[in-house]
């Protein structure tokens, strides 16, 4: 019989500190020799949007502190940002790393710095790829071609996502995405339809995250991984630098995440979120 200890912990949070805020995440901090299929089973289990699996990576990924995998539900991603966050917060608690975290995913080894509650991922380099037209695209998220404000494109900074621009807070709350459709024009290389649909605000940016689960379209609380490609969307736009901005995301779902995104002077992407621990348990399982 094997014991698997996990922490529960809420990526980016409310500046207020309401612990029922931002995107949740499970993290087991010691899963040395638990296999894929087991990794899969309890991230199913726990069905929160992410779960990570911290393993020792001597030899495999040098300056890294950890080598992480990360799986949803149903699959497992080569990177993402509430997990990163998450994931390097609970490791500095608990082996005291002084607040400079290096986690290796199959994506890439990423930075993430931890200050005062606050933990910033520094992304990859963007790649891009061309989206379908206006007007498919317009379609596939329920709204009509002029309310499209720019050129949607795929990026990847670690994972692929289309970022779409509309004109107004308006238009993000309006989308209501046909699963058909929306499944067409926004596969990502990686065979999975997932977009970040996001326009500006007086407050900063107002983005929801959508993508299609066993046939369905879902929506994501908080999303790092498209904060991080929408930096380099605006980077693709020839953003002036530096930039910075708050970003409110989870409207449609009733449960809002505070991100922070950031582009340096040589145009580094930082995504940034409050990390909040609100549980903890364990996995009494057979050795495998």
């Known amino acids: ?39 899969q089973a309890i991230a199913q289990q726990l069905n929160l949007s992410e779960t990570t699996f911290v393993r020792d990576c001597a030899g495999k990924a040098p300056g890294a502190d950890a080598d992480v995998r990360i799986f949803t539900p149903g699959y ?7 997990p990163t966050l998450g994931t390097a917060a609970v490791l500095d608690t608990e082996r ?19 200050r005062d509650g ?6 990859q380099s963007p790649r891009y790829r061309d989206a379908q037209g206006d007007a498919t695209l317009a379609r596939a998220l329920g709204l009509s071609a002029e309310r499209l404000a720019g050129r949607a494109r795929f990026v990847d900074t670690g994972t692929e996502q289309l970022i779409v621009p509309v004109a107004s807070a308006d238009d993000v709350f309006a ?46 609380f908080g999303t790092g991984s498209a904060c991080a490609n929408l930096g380099g969307w605006l980077l693709g736009q ?12 989870g409207h449609g779902i009733g449960r809002l995440a505070h991100l922070q995104l950031d582009l340096s002077a040589d145009g580094a992407i930082r995504v940034s979120g409050r990390v909040r621990r609100i549980g903890y348990g364990t996995f009494e399982l057979p050795d495998e």
């Open 238 to 249: 020839g953003q002036t630098l530096p930039f910075s901005s708050a970003m409110q995301q």
């Open 1 to 39: 019989m094997r014991t698997l200890h996990y922490h529960v912990v809420n990526v980016f949070t409310a500046p207020d500190d309401n612990p029922f805020s931002g995107n949740a995440l499970a993290v087991f901090p010691h899963a040395d020799g638990v296999s894929d299929t087991r990794m």
């Open 96 to 114: 005291g790393l002084g607040g400079e975290v290096a986690l290796h995913f199959p994506a890439g080894t990423v930075p993430v710095s931890i």
């Open 76 to 82: 497992e991603l080569p990177f993402a940002g509430h």
């Open 118 to 123: 606050l933990a910033t991922l520094t992304a």
């Open 175 to 220: 989308c209501q995405p046909d699963v058909l459709l929306f499944s067409e024009v926004a596969r990502s290389k990686q065979g999975r339809p997932q977009a970040l649909v996001w326009a500006p605000s007086a407050d900063g940016i107002i983005a929801r995250f959508f993508w299609v689960q066993a046939g369905s379209i879902g929506e994501d």
